[in-house]
């Protein structure tokens, strides 16, 4: 570690330099800290979809975005599809999926505003009275930014908050 000089031929000079380099430490040692927040998972079944074709149906509380979608079928013929509503005071949107007994995770990237409704249903194109059995479908909904609630702490405060959590969880 070397020695830093301080320049300045009268008291006032030294204490201005010194207020220089100090500014410049604390720029080197100011921490970020980032948050995550998750996604929130909206998920739903449907036993058979001859008799109640209605896989989900939700309402959401706030602005956001659906980013994914997952679904599977435990039976269901070549034509079966999973067709998402989202319905608003703007409109409706709709898009159809391809129901399959393999899971089947894909990117939707769907924005949706307070108060904007979801539903989920089966549409079996077939001749077959029993339908699609055992449908499952889950959705990752993220917040909208002007929702989410900010809560600011000192790097400290940051650190003491973690120990605590992490000597809970080992208690």
């Given at each position: 570690m070397s020695l830093i000089t301080i320049n300045g031929e009268t008291t006032e000079q030294k204490f201005k330099h010194l207020e220089r380099i100090l500014q410049r430490f604390s720029r080197r040692l100011h921490?970020?800290?980032?948050?995550?927040?998750?996604?929130?998972?909206i998920f739903g079944y449907c036993e058979r979809s001859a008799k109640d074709p209605i896989v989900l149906r939700?309402?959401?509380?706030?602005?956001?975005?659906?980013t994914q979608a997952a679904?599977?079928?435990?039976?269901?013929?070549?034509?079966?599809?999973?067709?998402?509503?989202?319905r608003s005071g703007d409109g409706e949107f709709s898009k159809s999926?391809?129901?399959?007994?393999?899971a089947v995770v894909q990117e939707v990237n769907f924005s949706v505003k307070?108060?904007?409704?979801?539903?989920?249903w089966v549409v079996d194109i077939s001749d077959d009275d029993k339908g699609s059995l055992g449908?499952?479908?889950g959705f990752l909904y993220q917040v909208g930014m002007k929702d989410l609630t900010s809560v600011k702490f000192l790097i400290d405060q940051f650190e003491t908050l973690i120990e605590e959590n992490q000597d809970a969880s080992e208690s």
């Open positions: 921490k970020t800290i980032i948050g995550l927040v998750p996604a929130s998972p939700a309402i959401f509380p706030a602005d956001g975005v659906i679904m599977r079928a435990e039976e269901c013929g070549k034509n079966a599809r999973i067709r998402v509503d989202v999926f391809s129901l399959k007994a393999k307070a108060g904007d409704s979801l539903e989920v449908v499952l479908v």
